[in-house]
Structures are given as structure tokens and as C-alpha cells.
């Protein structure tokens, strides 16, 4: 009797010891589901926060396309379809899909859809594919669609044995514009850099031309034996130093112009006395060519007021004027203006030299000059070019060779809006 109670007491107490012993591991046990349960919560909250602040679309898709998870309604703040999941392309805004009935995958260019290939080829290697470039209709975090450049990246994947494929999407409309900007900003730095070796090369031998002519002739000016001899030599370094010197005034006007550091001043000016005093500074300038050449000034009766810079307006007739006398041997040389579209149309014709046709497209620029007999620079019109265009105008040439040329330009009536648009010191405007 004593045994039995002895060895029932004995199982009473194995028992009690087996329940503590499995309390414990399923406590145990339990505190493990709570953790792991936990890790899992964490490591998805921060999967979610992830897909919510990333800058590019998340698509967690099936073999068949359809989308299982995204960020793209985070994103986009776009309705969720009800009932039915989205495919790549509806979510990616392809056009078929947004066209076609039945949308992404149903429709028959979507056989020869290059992101719907490259993701075919990448299941069926099971590897992935990165920055495929494709422009997609994206819509934007204000819900707004519109073109965009992207790279769309894919990764295979196996999730609870399927198949499946994580598909990122990277804007990069903004990377593009940038890097376009950036390559129109280097062609553009390479050129002016080009041109102005260009321009450096030219201007030196410019002016190494005159300067010779000075040095040569200075030194034989010494050694002349007759007063006519002297007389010759004295001509030419006179007529090279003029020249040498309006180089210069040329070089520097120009490379003001080109660091916008030309100063203009604006003041209401009387075109009609304008014109006037350009017409007698003329006739006093034609001197022996008086006789064959006529300078008839058309200008309209009434007033005509405009607001621009006086010299620099000057500065452009006159040099249109110097031309004409320059390259006119005989006939007349018409000047006047008259309102148009822009404002006024200047013009200076002449019935001179004109231009071959093959050079008239290229008289504004810089060192281009027809006939090297005569004296110039080849700077003048290219600074006229520059003056008008800064003033708000346009300029231009017709030219009929052996015949004559008519020079023109026109200019806003009112250069208010365009002194406002540089900078003022002083009361002089930097264009
Ligand atoms: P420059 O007269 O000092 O040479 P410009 O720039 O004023 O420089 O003129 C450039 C060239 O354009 C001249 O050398 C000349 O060949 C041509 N040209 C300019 N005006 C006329 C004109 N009225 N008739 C014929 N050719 C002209």
C-alpha cells in the first residue's frame, strides 16, 4: 500500500515537473512568436516607409504582370482600382493600356513593348536588368501626367514559391533637361572659346598690317632723298596710323559689347535733326566725290520722336553712310527712315560697289571684307550688328553686285522696356 502510494506521488511529481518543464518552453516559445512577430512588424514598417518616400515606383509583380504591390497610389495619391489588380502598363500610364480595352498586356503592340520583353527575358533567365531607358506617361505627386524620361530596373525574385519580380522606376526627366543644358552650355562655350582664337588670330594679323606700314615707311621716311619721296612716305604713315587707331577703337568697342559693359545712354531723340546733321557732316565729307555722287535725305515731314541712344543711333547710320561714300564711285546715296511693325526702318542705299551674292550673308561678321584695295577694318558693321541687336532691332543688307547695296535696320520707337531690361550706373544703361 505504502509502495503504491509512493510511486503514485512519485508520477504526481514527474508530471508536475514534465507541465513546469513545457510552461517554460512554451512561455519561452511564445516570447519568441512575440519577438519575431515584432521584427516582422518593424522590418514592415519599414519596408512601407521606404516605399512611400522613395523617388521612383515600386512594382512588386507576378509572372503575369499584375502588380501585387506598389508605392505608386503613395506616390501619386491616384485612386486604387476596386475589384481588380493593376498590370505594369496601367500603372505606368503606357498608351496602349490607357487606349486599348482590357489594358496592359491585352492589347496587339504589347508583343512588341520593349519593357514587357526585357521583364519575358529576365523571368525566364531569373536574373535582372537595370536602367532601361523608356519614356513612360508618369503621373507626378500633384496627380499631374506627363511625359517623362525613366530608367526602369527589374530584379527576379521567388516570394512563398512564385515567381515575381520587384520593378523600379526612376524619373529622370530632370537628369535629362540638365544634361542636355549642360551639353548646349559646353557647345556653347566651345564655340565662343573657338571664335575667339579665331578673332585673337585675326586681330593680330590686322594690326600687324598698319603697324608695319608705320614701322617700314617711318624708317625709309629717314632715308628719303626728295621732298616728294618724303612726302609719300609721311602720306602712308599717316593714313596707316588712322587706320591703326580706329582698329583699336574697333577691338575695344567690340569686346566692350561682348563683356556688356558697353555703355548706353538713353534720351528721347529728334530723329528728323538727327538725320539733318548726319546729311551735313556727309557733304562736308564727300569732299572730291561732291561732284559725282548726290546724298539725298528722305525724311517724312512731321516730327517723329524716339526714345533710344543718340550716339550709338548715330554711330550705326554714319557708319552705313561711311560705307556708301567708301564703296561709291559715282551716282547717289539715299538715306531716310520710315515707321514700320518694330518702329522705325532705317536704310542707307547707294549705287555703289554692291556685294558679290556669296559674301552678303557673311558682311556682319567680324574681319569679312570684299575688297582689300580699300581701307577698313572689317570690324564696323560686325559692331552695328552688335549695337542694333543690344538696341532691340534688327539689321540686314540687299545687295545687287556692281549695282548697289541698301543697308537697313529698324529699331523699337520707344527703347524704354529695353533700357529696363539692362543694368543702370550712373545714368548709363549696361546692355
Ligand atoms: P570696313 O568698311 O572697315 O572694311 P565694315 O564692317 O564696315 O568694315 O564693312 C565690311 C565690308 O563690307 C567692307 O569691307 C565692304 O567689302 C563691304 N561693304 C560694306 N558696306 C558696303 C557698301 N555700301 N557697298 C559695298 N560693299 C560694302
Not at 496601367?90 to 496602349?96: I, K, S, T
Not at 561709291?328 to 526702318?345: K, Q
Amino acid at each position: 500500500m505504502t509502495i503504491l502510494i509512493l510511486v503514485g506521488m512519485a508520477v504526481l511529481v514527474g508530471v508536475l515537473l514534465l507541465y513546469v518543464f513545457e510552461l517554460g518552453r512554451s512561455r519561452r516559445l511564445l516570447l519568441k512568436a512575440g519577438n519575431a512577430r515584432k521584427a516582422l512588424r518593424g522590418s514592415e514598417e519599414l519596408f512601407r516607409s521606404i516605399m512611400q518616400n522613395v523617388h521612383a515606383f515600386i512594382l512588386l509583380i507576378d509572372r503575369d504582370f499584375v502588380v501585387t504591390r506598389t508605392n505608386y497610389y503613395d506616390i501619386t495619391k491616384a485612386r486604387k482600382p476596386e475589384g481588380r489588380l493593376a498590370r505594369v502598363g496601367d500603372l505606368l500610364r503606357c498608351n496602349n493600356a490607357l487606349s486599348a480595352e482590357g489594358g496592359c498586356g491585352t492589347h496587339e503592340l504589347c508583343g512588341s513593348c520593349p519593357i514587357r520583353k526585357k521583364i519575358e527575358e529576365t523571368f525566364r533567365a531569373k536574373s535582372s536588368f537595370t536602367d532601361l531607358e523608356a519614356i513612360l506617361d508618369i503621373r507626378d505627386r500633384r496627380g499631374e501626367v506627363a511625359e517623362c524620361d525613366t530608367y526602369v530596373s527589374g530584379e527576379y525574385m521567388e516570394i512563398d514559391d512564385k515567381e515575381g519580380m520587384v520593378i523600379t522606376v526612376h524619373d529622370i526627366t530632370r537628369l535629362k533637361k540638365a544634361e542636355a543644358e549642360l551639353n548646349r552650355a559646353r557647345e556653347k562655350a566651345e564655340n565662343a572659346d573657338r571664335s575667339k582664337s579665331a578673332f585673337l588670330a585675326n586681330m593680330s594679323h590686322e594690326i600687324r598690317t598698319p603697324l608695319n606700314a608705320i614701322v617700314g615707311f617711318s624708317e625709309l621716311l629717314a632715308s628719303a632723298s626728295t621732298e616728294e619721296e618724303k612726302t609719300q612716305f609721311l602720306e602712308i604713315v599717316h593714313s596707316n596710323n588712322e587706320l591703326l587707331q580706329q582698329l583699336i577703337a574697333d577691338i575695344l568697342d567690340l569686346s566692350k559689347i561682348e563683356a556688356g559693359t558697353l555703355e548706353f545712354t538713353f534720351s528721347e531723340v529728334d530723329v528728323n535733326q538727327l538725320m539733318f546733321d548726319i546729311e551735313q557732316l556727309f557733304r562736308m565729307r564727300l569732299e572730291d566725290k561732291s561732284a559725282v555722287i548726290q546724298i539725298i535725305r528722305e525724311t517724312p515731314p512731321d516730327e517723329c520722336v524716339m526714345y533710344t541712344d543718340r550716339n550709338r543711333l548715330q554711330q550705326v547710320v554714319s557708319n552705313f553712310m561711311t560705307n556708301a561714300v567708301k564703296f561709291t564711285d559715282e551716282g547717289s546715296i539715299t538715306f531716310g527712315y520710315n515707321r514700320c511693325a518694330e518702329g522705325l526702318y532705317f536704310y542707307v542705299k547707294d549705287t555703289g560697289s554692291g556685294i558679290p551674292e556669296d559674301k552678303v550673308n557673311h558682311i556682319f561678321e567680324r574681319f569679312v571684307r570684299v575688297e582689300q584695295n580699300k581701307k577698313g577694318t572689317g570690324l564696323g558693321l560686325a559692331i552695328c550688328e552688335m549695337i542694333i541687336r543690344k538696341l532691340g532691332g534688327k539689321i540686314g543688307v540687299e545687295s545687287e553686285y556692281g549695282k548697289g547695296s541698301t543697308f537697313w535696320f529698324t529699331l523699337p520707337i520707344n527703347g524704354r522696356q529695353i533700357k529696363e531690361q539692362g543694368t543702370e550706373i550712373d545714368g548709363k544703361t549696361n546692355l
